[in-house]
């Protein structure tokens, strides 16, 4: 009973705790689960960084195609000391990003590498930005051959007033920028640090962008009523670094990006129509959720199957600790209980019961020690292994029945209910020695017991004191004659042959 309940109790214990770490999973599911929309918001605009960035490599490139190219047209000049041609001219811009090169000295165009007469009439030299001692970048309204927005950039030569200026159409170098996945939904324009739109690019512009013509995003941004995120994006873009922004401009809010463009001062900037970018979250949190909850189904079955491991181990541990507890328990030779397991069984019932009613028989085989000595050890083992064997079988399988000596045994009947049940077993166990015959098929031996009775609790409340007044009751009937039942209460049964 006591291995039963700690089974039980260890079972219980351990479901409590596998619950428990269900019960964290799950909320922890769910707090995920409610940080995904952020999270999802994060990721696809750190996707959009990352993507811009990838395209300003572009502009790394004419940067430092420029930078090379200019150093040549400086070392050119130096060695020669007079104007490059045409035709050298031609040669230092092959091989770049670029599609025209013009020699300027001061402000006055003096060779380019087509010579057309009126280049100087169109193409004007502005503001150039950059980082001191490096090329200079603009975006130009002609790139000298055609009025059509144009990157430019302008090296000049060192202790000279000579300098030379690249450019390119805002439309060729679209066409080496890689496809979005946007499609018709973003618009991507190179704008000042001041935040105005200096060109944009056609392939990428979204059906309501006509606002970006000489627009100021900045301007837009930082007067927009909707910006929950502007103060972290306003000192990003002042320090030139990487940073994004949602805002409501023209008839839909955007996600915008501003990626700089080198030391040039200039952003390489996106924007993408705001109700395609919650769409493009909603899809990324439902992956993001279904990640969690597949996680969290793998742990919570992982919970299950090792509970369910665990929950068998214990049952077989417990299975074979009760085989070896039997083990310990059993008189070898009867298969009863043995002196120490009966005495500890009694007890355990009194302690659980203590208003219970129990009846206890010792009894001793009547002249045990003259069947050894007449018909041999053997055949007295073969006695007592049979009188166990169906002494168990007239009880309870509940009752307790050990064998406490040589000869001498214990009947403990449980939850006796009245007077007239003790009379009743009390007669039943000496009908038994009535009948009882042991031996094999040609030797049948009539053995008789004496046999003491006590009743818990009217006689003792403890194992030791009942064993005791039982014991007194088998002495008396030893005493007159043998072969009978004496109770210690004798007015309570008058006992039997």
């Known amino acids: ?53 990838e395209r300003t490599v572009v502009f790394d490139r004419a940067m430092t195609e420029a930078d090379t190219a200019g150093n040549v047209f400086a070392a050119i000049t130096k060695a020669e000391g007079d104007s490059v041609s045409e035709k050298q001219l031609t040669a230092i811009k092959d091989g770049t990003v670029f599609s025209h090169a013009f020699i300027f000295d001061g402000d006055t165009l003096i060779t380019a590498d087509a010579g057309l007469s ?69 618009f991507i324009c190179l704008t000042s640090e001041e935040g105005k739109v200096l060109c944009s690019f056609s392939k990428y512009r979204d059906t309501d962008s006509v606002f970006l013509k000489d627009a100021n995003l900045m301007e837009k941004i930082s007067g927009n009523s909707k910006i929950d995120d502007y103060s972290e994006f306003w000192v990003k873009f002042r320090a030139k670094e990487a940073c994004t922004v949602k805002a409501g401009i023209g008839s839909d809010s955007r996600t915008f990006v501003f990626v700089p463009v080198g030391d040039s001062g200039l952003f390489l900037t996106m924007g993408v129509r705001q109700f395609y970018f919650d769409d493009v979250v909603s899809r990324q949190n439902a992956k993001n959720r279904g990640m969690v909850i597949r996680l969290s ?134 009908r038994f020695f009535h009948d009882f015959k042991a031996g094999g098929d040609y030797v049948k031996y009539s053995a008789t017991a004496s046999i003491g009775a006590a009743v818990y609790p009217d006689d003792a409340k403890s194992f030791k004191a009942l064993y005791e007044t039982a014991d007194q009751a088998l002495y008396k009937a030893k005493k007159r004659g043998k072969n009978r039942l004496v109770f210690y209460n004798e007015e309570l049964y008058q006992g039997s042959e």
Do not use: C
């Open 1 to 53: 009973m006591a291995a039963v309940k700690q089974t039980k109790g260890a079972i219980l214990t351990w479901a409590l705790v596998d619950l428990a770490f269900i019960a964290i999973i799950i909320v922890l599911m769910f707090e995920l689960t409610g940080k995904n929309k952020s999270d999802s918001t994060a990721q696809i605009r750190e996707r959009m960084l990352r993507q811009l960035s």
């Open 118 to 186: 009126n280049v100087s009439d169109r193409l004007i030299l502005t503001d150039f930005t950059g980082a001191e001692d490096t090329p200079l970048y603009a975006v130009l309204d002609t790139d000298g051959y055609a009025d059509v927005e144009a990157f430019a950039v302008l090296k000049s030569v060192p202790d000279s007033s000579k300098s030379i200026l690249f450019t390119v159409s805002a439309e060729e170098l679209e066409a080496t920028l890689p496809d979005f996945v946007y499609g018709e939904y973003v």
């Open 297 to 430: 189904a793998v742990i919570i079955m992982f919970a299950l199957f090792a509970f369910g491991t665990l929950i068998s181990a214990t049952l077989k541990s417990r299975e074979r600790g009760r085989e070896l507890e039997n083990k310990a328990d059993t008189d070898l030779l009867t298969d009863l209980y043995n002196k120490l397991a009966t005495e500890r069984k009694i007890q355990e019932y009194i302690d659980d019961n203590p208003r219970g009613r129990a009846l206890m028989f010792v009894l001793d085989v009547d002249n045990f020690k003259k069947i050894n000595d007449t018909m041999g050890h053997a055949f007295g083992d073969t006695m007592l292994k049979t009188l166990g064997k169906e002494i168990r079988s007239v009880f309870r399988f509940s009752d307790i029945i050990g064998r406490i000596g040589g000869d001498e045994f214990i009947v403990f009947l449980k939850d006796v209910k009245n007077d007239a049940e003790v009379k009743e077993e009390a007669d039943r166990l000496v």
